[in-house]
Nanobody, 127 residues
């Protein structure tokens, strides 16, 4: 069965950095690890950063542009999220997700159209 696993979350002071990692196994054909989503208490899950399979199209939510970087190592089947200049508003559970390759990354991230989720990794930014 499909297994998506995130790691790298933690507690950090405002201005600090964290690097999240995500691996997956048993993804169906035509499905790939696409990006990172987050959900803060009392809020809806939102797409933070999504990266196309060709690594040539990237979507970032406005609030993280210039601070977060999504990348992929295909040889390790791993997706990363480098988070710099963290702010208390970035505090949330961060989830990695897979999606169907035919969908655009903007559509995936904005409308949260995914096929498989990890259990999440908590990121807490103190002021």
């Amino acid at each position: 069965h499909v297994r998506v696993v995130e790691s790298g979350g933690g507690l950090v002071q405002a201005g600090g950095s964290l690097r999240l990692s995500c691996t997956a196994s048993e993804l169906e054909h035509g499905v790939y690890l696409v990006g990172w989503f987050r959900q803060a208490p009392g809020k809806e899950r939102e797409g933070v950063a999504c990266l196309s399979w060709g690594d040539d199209i990237i979507y970032y939510i406005d609030s993280v542009k210039g601070r977060f970087t999504v990348s992929r190592d295909k040889s390790k089947n791993t997706l990363y999220l480098e988070m710099n200049s963290l702010m208390p508003d970035d505090t949330a559970m961060y989830y990695c997700a897979a999606a169907e390759i035919f969908r655009t990354v903007t559509n995936i991230c904005v409308h949260v159209i995914t096929t498989d989720w990890g259990r999440g990794t908590q990121v807490t930014v103190s002021s």
